[in-house]
C-alpha cells in the first residue's frame, strides 16, 4: 500500500496530467509507487520550446534595449560636437568678417619727415582725412609750430610744412603721439630722417 503523503503525490501529479497514461494505468492496478517516474509527454516539448524561446527573447530585447540606450546617447554627444563646431564655425566665420570689415575701413596714417634742417612734413598716407590734429604736449620738442596753433586737417595725400627743433634737454623726439577727431587714443606717429645733431 501506498503511504497517504504518496498517494496525495500521485493524485495531483494525476490530475495536472504530469504522469503519462501508461504509469497511471500501472499505479492503479499494481496500487504500488514502486516503478513512479515522471515521464514528460511529448506534447509538453513544444511549450518548452516556447518557455526558453520566450526566455531568450527576453534577454536579448533587454540588451537591445541597452544598446539602443547606448546608441541614443553617443547620437546626443555627436550632436552637441556637431553643435558646438558650427558654432566655433559661426564665430570664426563672424571674426574674419569683421576683421575684412576693420580692414576695409578708411583709416588715417600719419607720417613725419625731415625735410631740411629744423623743417618737417607731415603727411597723411591713409584713406581717410584727418581733422583737427593735435599731438600729445609732453612728448614735443623745445620748438614745435604746426600751423601756428591754427586747426591742421589733412585730407589723404595731403602734407603739410612745420617747425621742429630740439634743445638739450628737449630733442626731436623718434615718434611724436597724435590725435584726431574720431581718434581720442594717441596714436605714434613715427619721425624718419632725424638730424644727428638734434
Known amino acids: 500500500m501506498l503511504p497517504v503523503a504518496g498517494v496525495a503525490v500521485l493524485r495531483c501529479c494525476t490530475a ?4 503519462s497514461r501508461s504509469r497511471q494505468v500501472h499505479s492503479r492496478s499494481t496500487g504500488l509507487a514502486s516503478g513512479y517516474s515522471p515521464n514528460m509527454d511529448w506534447g509538453d516539448v513544444p511549450a518548452w520550446a516556447a518557455f526558453i ?3 531568450v527573447a527576453i534577454v536579448v530585447t533587454w ?3 541597452g544598446d539602443g540606450k547606448r546608441s ?3 547620437s546626443e554627444r ?3 560636437v556637431a553643435e558646438a563646431a558650427l558654432a566655433e564655425q559661426r564665430a570664426e566665420a563672424e571674426e574674419r568678417r569683421r576683421k575684412e570689415e576693420e580692414a576695409d575701413r578708411p583709416r588715417v596714417e600719419l607720417l613725419c619727415n625731415h625735410v631740411t634742417k629744423d623743417l618737417y612734413r607731415l603727411a597723411n598716407e591713409g584713406t581717410a582725412p584727418a581733422r583737427n590734429i593735435t599731438f600729445h604736449q609732453d612728448d614735443l620738442p623745445a620748438v614745435f609750430r ?3 596753433g591754427d586747426e591742421v586737417s589733412l585730407n589723404p595725400g595731403e602734407a603739410v610744412d612745420f617747425l621742429m627743433a630740439g634743445s638739450w634737454g628737449k630733442p626731436v623726439p623718434p615718434q611724436l603721439f597724435a590725435c584726431w577727431e574720431g581718434q581720442d587714443t594717441p596714436v605714434p606717429v613715427r619721425v624718419t630722417g632725424i638730424r644727428a645733431e638734434d
Request: aromatic residues 0%.
Open 72 to 74: 541614443a546617447d553617443a
Open 53 to 55: 524561446l520566450s526566455g
Open 146 to 148: 604746426l600751423n601756428d
Open 78 to 80: 555627436s550632436a552637441a
Open 63 to 65: 540588451k537591445a534595449r
Open 16 to 19: 495536472r496530467g504530469l504522469l
